[in-house]
Structure formats: C-alpha cells, structure tokens
C-alpha cells in the first residue's frame, strides 16, 4: 500500500508502448515510457508511420 500513497502516491503511470506493461514513477511531466528503450520503439514506429502514410522524407 505504501507504493500508492504518500508523496509519490499520484506518480505511478503505465508504459505507453504497446505490449509493455510495467509501471514506472513519472518524475518529469513529459515522461511517458517506462525506459529510454521503449520510448525509442515509440519513435521509431511513429516514424515508420508517418513514412507510410506519406508525411515523412
């Protein structure tokens, strides 16, 4: 109960990267993967994305 409560109680945020599950304490606002290798799968396949649809150079 601990990990829930207390100063760091509203932090606790999920990976955002698909088929990654862990929890993380999100200590910058703008965080949003649980490591630095997901958040670069994350712009990767963003990337990829955009280039399929045409946006990309």
């Given at each position: 109960?601990?990990?829930?409560s207390?100063?760091?109680?509203?932090?606790?945020?999920?990976?955002?990267?698909?088929?990654?599950?862990?929890?993380?304490?999100r200590?910058?606002?703008?965080?949003?993967?649980?490591?630095?290798?997901?958040?670069?799968?994350?712009?990767?396949?963003?990337?990829?994305?955009r280039?399929?649809?045409?946006?990309?150079?």
């Open positions: 109960m601990l990990l829930l207390g100063e760091r109680g509203a932090l606790p945020r999920g990976c955002r990267v698909l088929g990654c599950v862990p929890f993380f304490y200590h910058h606002p703008r965080r949003a993967w649980c490591s630095s290798g997901c958040g670069n799968r994350a712009r990767v396949a963003q990337n990829q994305t280039r399929r649809a045409g946006d990309g150079k």
